[in-house]
């Protein structure tokens, strides 16, 4: 009696197994593929068609990219599907993609960066350009800087401490009134119909135009305190506060519902009366989120120009009054010097300095740095 064995046949990565297979507890493993070297030498293949269709062909750089990408989407899939069947070509496929939309979205902000740095870094580093200001400043000073005959003068010193003092202002007004509605949205409200109420002017504030919030701020002033010059830092940091509100009050309430009843439940049950357990016990379970959730709504406005254009004017020196007298912030004194050149026949000194100005927005980024310093030191402390 002789009997024939049979060679199993190897098995592709798509194989499902069968239900004798999933009792048994036998179930053949898949090929593997190739690991990255398939897909790293096709990505070299991809560059250098690229290279090719632009040099030789004359195509347009973002075509020949496109076309060499595309061509990099079919050798993938075909060589991945070759090695180890049709989920693992579409899972390299897909991921491709991913990558491709990760470049996409990554490439303008490096651009952005890339000629920010590249056109502002020479003057906004300059001790004198961060020192001074504006006042006496004129297109004769431009021409003889450009002759050679004169140093670079005029700075953003005015422009610096007025962004700084506003976006204070603003953070003071902004921060407390979000706060406190996020805290009633959460522990008091509930679904009752003014939370309803209150979540839905939220979410229309946050799309309303920027401009719309510098007109509300100089109406206010005007109209209803009977101001007749109502340029001033604070009209600007009610605007900017405007824009601020609906940021944090919805970072804040999504970070205070992320605390676990259980933390309330045992304050509560200890007799801790409530108010108590949300600033002992909430608060600070959620510090490190609500103070992202304040940086972000600081970088939604300091770089808000059209708003600060209606409320706060420009003004060519320095002025540390908010409640009298236009001032100047970064933004805005990047978009004077851009667009009212102080000599337009020599335009090069106005764009420096509209250049550096723009640059200095890495104020930002100290901003971050020290929300995370905060959020550091009042985040709950781990372990014993």
């Not at 991809?46 to 632009?54: G, I, K, Q, R």
């Not at 991913?98 to 960066?113: D, E, N």
């Not at 056109?119 to 050679?148: C, E, I, K, P």
């Not at 100290?366 to 905060?374: D, Q, S």
Request: charged share 10%; proline share 5%.
């Amino acid at each position: 009696m002789s009997t024939q064995t049979q060679t199993p046949s190897p098995q592709r990565s798509d194989h499902r197994p069968t239900q004798q297979e999933a009792v048994s507890g036998i179930v053949p493993s898949p090929v593997r593929p190739a690991g990255r070297r398939p897909a790293m030498i096709i990505a070299a293949g991809a560059v250098v068609l690229a290279l090719l269709l632009w040099q030789l062909l004359d195509l347009h750089v973002a075509a020949a990219l496109l076309l060499s990408f595309l061509a990099y989407l079919g050798a993938i899939y075909a060589t991945y599907r070759q090695l180890g069947g049709t989920r693992v070509a579409v899972d390299h496929l897909v991921r491709s993609l991913v990558y491709f939309a990760f470049v996409c979205a990554i490439v303008p902000l490096v651009s952005v960066l890339w000629t920010v740095i590249a056109q502002g870094a020479g003057r906004a580093f300059d001790f004198a350009f961060l020192n001074q200001t504006m006042n006496g400043v004129t297109g004769l000073n431009d021409q003889q800087y450009a002759d050679g005959s004169a140093d670079f003068v005029g700075g953003a010193y005015h422009a610096i401490m007025g962004t700084l003092l506003i976006t204070g202002l603003a953070t003071l007004i902004s921060v407390p009134i979000g706060m406190f509605t996020a805290i009633y949205l959460v522990e008091y409200g509930g679904r009752n119909q003014l939370s309803r109420g209150i979540r839905f002017l939220v979410d229309v504030m946050t799309g309303i135009p920027s401009i719309v919030a510098g007109l509300f701020a100089f109406a206010l002033f005007t109209q209803i305190f009977g101001i007749r010059d109502a340029k001033m830092g604070l009209a600007g940091a009610v605007a900017l506060s405007v824009l601020m509100i609906p940021t944090v009050v919805r970072n804040s309430e999504e970070m205070l519902r992320i605390v676990p009843n259980e933390l309330r439940e045992a304050a509560l049950a200890l007799g801790v009366p409530k108010w108590r357990v949300i600033a002992k016990v909430v608060l600070p379970t959620a510090a490190s989120g609500l103070a992202s959730g304040v940086t972000l709504a600081i970088a939604r406005v300091i770089g808000e120009t059209a708003p600060l254009l209606v409320a706060i004017g420009y003004a060519r020196g320095l002025n540390w009054n908010a409640f009298d007298g236009p001032m100047n912030t970064l933004a805005v004194y990047a978009y004077f010097m851009f667009t009212k050149p102080l000599s337009p026949a020599v335009r090069e000194p106005s764009l420096e300095r509209a250049w550096a100005a723009a640059l200095l927005v890495l104020i930002v980024i100290a901003l971050n740095l020290l929300a995370r310093l905060i959020a550091t030191m009042f985040a709950p402390k781990t372990g014993r």
